[in-house]
């Protein structure tokens, strides 16, 4: 009996210090991929973007009445699109003072920054290629990877992202110190073997031009497609879903978005409507987080936004459930 003890003990003191050996492994790794800088463009665009010629040429007014103007418009464009399309408060917090990506041991804490003018703010001094690097390419500005989820953010045009600037300029002072990212041993080990992929990383290049505008309003494939960036990052870059990267382990894989019989090629577009912005599937029960906290964003989108996301999804190639 005492023989069999010893061994018991042995395998666990084994067990102990491959354990120990793993996390210190992942420590060393996980830091060393954090800490490392890569290159990106710089960029320059207006913040706010001025008024196109032709809308010049409709007014009659001074310069500074059309710099008014400019910014005015910028701040509606930006408003929609950070409340409607790109859920910023989710991360930021609804004050964008700061607020919580992920909060689960054994993975780790990561909490969205503070974007305000306010004591603990983290943009003060940014210009259009440290908005750049931070929003469209997850970095910081001295070229270390963030924890933003850029690969949402990747098909942002210039003007998109400065009207977004110009919200976010406009929003009252926050005084909220946030706390750097911490992984746990689990989010170490993660990063460490490439498991929770880095948006830096996910990158084809960082030095590709962005698009200066983005496509025409309208209820059609292109402009769904510019829509449906913010989804890749859950769904994945063709839309089949499965487990969400870096996700909460208690959420479930994201959802086959195709048009596959398995997926949503059985859907309509009211249930999709439905599901979008009542968080309801067809047969009426709940989405689960996170799809369920979109809902309050989706009913801010336009009809044509809908419809045009909807018509993107039913055009791209479809994928069977599980594949």
């Known amino acids: 009996m005492r023989t069999v003890i010893r061994?018991?003990?042995?395998?666990?003191?084994?067990?102990?210090?491959?354990?120990?050996?793993?996390?210190?492994w992942a420590t060393v790794a996980s830091d060393r991929l954090l800490s490392r800088?890569?290159?990106?463009?710089?960029?320059?665009?207006?913040?706010?973007?001025?008024?196109?010629p032709e809308e010049v040429a409709e007014l009659d007014a001074t310069e500074e009445m059309l710099q008014e103007l400019a910014l005015q418009r910028a701040l509606e464009r930006g408003a929609h699109l950070v409340e409607a399309r790109y859920g910023c408060g989710a991360c930021h917090g609804e004050d964008f003072g700061g607020g919580v990506m992920v909060d689960a041991f054994p993975i780790g804490t990561i909490l969205g920054s503070n974007l305000t003018s306010g004591e603990g703010g983290r943009t003060a001094g940014y210009g259009p290629t440290e908005w750049d690097r931070i929003v469209r390419h997850g970095l910081l500005p001295d070229g270390r990877p963030a924890a933003m989820p850029s690969e949402d953010f990747r098909r942002m045009s210039d003007q998109e992202l400065s009207d977004v600037v110009v919200f976010i300029q406009s929003l009252p002072p926050v005084d909220?110190?946030?706390p750097p990212p911490e992984?746990?041993?689990?989010?170490r080990i993660l990063v460490a073997t490439g498991q929770l992929a880095l948006s830096a990383d996910m990158m084809d290049s960082h030095q590709a031009p962005h698009a200066e505008y983005p496509p025409a309003t309208a209820a059609s494939v292109e402009f769904g497609e510019h829509l449906a960036g913010v989804c890749v990052?859950?769904?994945?870059?063709?839309?089949?879903?499965g487990p969400v990267p870096g996700g909460d382990p208690s959420w479930p894989p994201a959802r086959n978005l195709t048009?596959?019989?398995?997926?949503?090629?059985?859907?309509?577009y009211g249930e999709f409507v439905r599901a979008m912005r009542e968080a309801l599937r067809p047969d009426g029960t709940e989405l689960l987080p996170p799809m369920n906290e979109m809902a309050p964003f989706a009913q801010r989108m336009t009809e044509t936004e809908m419809e045009a996301l909807w018509m993107y999804l039913q055009s791209v190639t479809p994928v069977p459930v599980g594949n």
């Open 183 to 187: 992984l746990g041993p689990l989010g």
């Open 176 to 178: 909220n110190v946030v």
């Open 7 to 24: 061994i018991v003990l042995g395998l666990v003191a084994l067990l102990a210090i491959v354990a120990v050996g793993i996390y210190a």
């Open 233 to 241: 990052g859950c769904h994945g870059a063709d839309l089949s879903g």
């Open 259 to 268: 048009p596959d019989p398995s997926a949503l090629g059985e859907w309509s």
């Open 37 to 52: 800088t890569l290159a990106s463009h710089s960029v320059d665009f207006p913040i706010p973007f001025p008024l196109s």
